[in-house]
């Protein structure tokens, strides 16, 4: 049991990427930072911040999430399995007379239908939610610990367009980071 | 613009062009002159015509003063910008009460239990004539109205005061009225819905029909509020004040409340579909059957699916030519609601819809908007010295 454990915590362990990060005092440098890095041509960069910061999407140029299409054909496909489902059950597998009512009576079912649509939607939106975010992270690499209540960052992975450490070394400096350094994250 | 000090912005003013005076003086008239032949040749046609739509008005005049009401509740700073735009629908109530004064006088045209001699030989209305007569009836009415245009002074008058003395105690002294007013508004506008539309079929009831009519006003409201933004950012008043974000979340609380105008009028439907019983039933047959079944019909698809579908996308929600469409669709199946409660108490058979209710309508649409321009005209547009203004003006929604 405690090997499943174990391997379970090895298997969700992130696997951080090599980068340069620059970190900031303040949130409003954060995001004038965040636009002129999206300006020099990055696109994967990531911005860390102990609370959520109006107009920071906007400035990493993060598109809109895709998740609410998911929300839309579960939902969708939770309304049309109500619909089948309740009609299988009820009129066809084992058809039962309640009231003097048609077998397959809409009014009754809806309810169901209704409760299939919103269940397939929320469950599938969560669902979706966590796979993209790659969670649960289990022990994820610490730029720095202040980051949970004080500080900011800015994180340009090795992999990004254009990439050269010297060359991000020099434009989070010339943006007023505080502090730069290379990392995991 | 962080920085920009409360004290710094100027009132906004509207003026009344020629054009929306002369719109609305025609509208007036010809309200007025179809109501005079239609009384002249139906009676009771033109009395209930004037109902649907007198409820129609006063229901938008309302819905601004509990939307008023839950902002102050919430101390909500967003809304600050568009809040005395719904204050100005509350201005229609005063003429409100002197339509509700001129349907007592349509009372015997509408109703069945007004009728002594009707009364006595039928042993429900006689059972409900302690609370269906007359003089309850002008009681609670001339009560409710009253309460209503109270609280609208109240409410909109601090609201208008601080525009020149700036006093934020104001602000703190409406929390509490806003709070009283909000379970007065639950009964009373319950019990008036009970009074005008249900008693039309004094036989059947629901206990569900005040919230079925609340979840019609919030809709419209939500609806009509748009367009009115839309009309006066046309005209360059709001520029800086409102934006697309704050038509965003009136645009959720349009959706929101479709949706629950849905919930409210199937829980309704469903129970009675199910219970099966006849003095319940007996509402809903006259509607499934020959040209009711289609405006019932309607009602689910135009004012369900329909503006559901189309208010779902975020896009949807921010932008105002596509949002101006769905609220004009949603003002005209909430007349398409009203009608639907009311005529069929007039006629069973036959679906009855012609100039004489549109120009009923047109002619109260003319008051409440002569109403809404002169409150507007008189005051600034928008509550420039709300201690909370600014968190509006920097209204910014995420998602």
Not at chain 2, 89 to 111: E, K, M
Not at chain 2, 197 to 222: D, N
Not at chain 2, 229 to 256: C, M
Request: aromatic share 16%.
């Amino acid at each position: 049991m405690a090997n499943f454990a174990e391997s379970l915590m090895s298997a969700c362990r992130a696997k951080g990427k090599p980068g340069v990060a620059g970190i900031w005092l303040d949130e409003h440098q954060l995001v004038k930072a965040a636009a002129k890095v999206k300006e020099a041509g990055f696109k994967k960069f990531d911005a860390i911040s102990p609370f959520p910061i109006h107009g920071i999407d906007e400035a990493c140029g993060i598109p809109r999430s895709y998740i609410p299409w998911i929300t839309f054909i579960f939902g969708l496909t939770g309304c049309l399995f109500g619909v089948w489902f309740t009609w299988w059950t009820s009129a066809e597998n084992w058809a039962l007379n309640i009231g003097g009512k048609p077998m397959w009576s809409l009014a009754a079912f809806i309810p169901v239908i209704f409760e299939c649509t919103i269940l397939f939607a929320a469950l599938s939106s969560v669902g979706a939610m966590i796979l993209i975010n790659g969670l649960p992270k289990v022990d994820p690499p610490v730029i720095d610990p202040d980051l949970t209540c004080s500080k900011f960052a800015l994180f340009v992975p090795e992999d990004d367009h254009g990439y050269d450490a010297d060359r991000v070394t020099k434009l989070f400096r010339d943006l007023g980071a505080v502090e730069v350094k290379r990392t995991e994250f | 613009m962080a920085e920009k000090s409360v004290k710094q912005l100027a009132p906004v003013h509207f003026t009344q062009s020629n054009r929306l005076k002369t719109i609305y003086s025609i509208f007036m008239f010809l309200g007025l002159a179809a109501f005079v032949v239609t009384l002249i040749t139906d009676k009771e046609r033109a009395w209930h015509s004037y109902l649907i739509s007198f409820f129609y008005f006063v229901s938008l005049a309302l819905g601004g003063l509990f939307f008023t009401a839950v902002q102050h509740v919430t101390k909500a700073g967003w809304s600050v910008n568009i809040r005395r735009l719904v204050e100005a629908f509350a201005s229609f109530l005063p003429y409100a009460f002197v339509g509700a004064i001129v349907l007592l006088l349509g009372s015997t045209h509408l109703y069945e239990w007004t009728h002594a001699d009707v009364v006595a030989n039928d042993p429900l209305l006689k059972h409900k004539a302690p609370y269906l007569n007359l003089t309850f009836f002008v009681i609670r009415l001339v009560g409710f109205f009253g309460l209503w245009v109270w609280f609208s002074k109240i409410l909109v008058g601090s609201s208008v005061k601080q525009d020149t003395t700036g006093d934020e105690s104001l602000t703190h002294k409406l929390l509490p009225w806003s709070v009283g007013f909000l379970p007065v508004f639950a009964l009373s506008y319950t019990f008036f819905s009970f009074d005008s539309l249900m008693s039309l079929e004094p036989h059947w009831f629901s206990t569900i029909y005040g919230v079925y009519a609340f979840a019609g006003l919030f809709q419209s409201t939500m609806a009509a509020t748009i367009l009115l933004i839309l009309y006066l950012s046309k005209k360059g008043l709001l520029r800086g004040f409102v934006d697309e974000n704050h038509l965003h979340d009136l645009g959720k609380f349009l959706f929101g409340f479709t949706v629950f105008w849905a919930y409210i009028a199937f829980s309704q439907y469903m129970l009675i579909w199910y219970a099966n019983l006849p003095e319940e039933t007996v509402y809903y047959l006259p509607r499934l059957e020959h040209g009711w079944l289609a405006v019932s019909i309607s009602l689910v698809v135009f004012k369900f699916i329909v503006p559901f579908l189309a208010l779902l996308p975020r896009w949807a929600k921010r932008t105002p030519t596509h949002l101006a469409a769905v609220s004009i669709l949603i003002l005209i199946m909430q007349y398409v609601d009203l009608y639907w409660l009311v005529y069929p108490s007039l006629s069973h058979e036959e679906v009855k819809f012609s100039f004489s209710e549109i120009f009923i309508f047109l002619g109260f649409a003319g008051l409440f908007l002569f109403a809404v321009a002169r409150f507007l005209s008189k005051n600034s547009v928008v509550a420039i010295k709300d201690p909370r203004i600014q968190e509006s003006l920097h209204h910014h929604v995420v998602y």
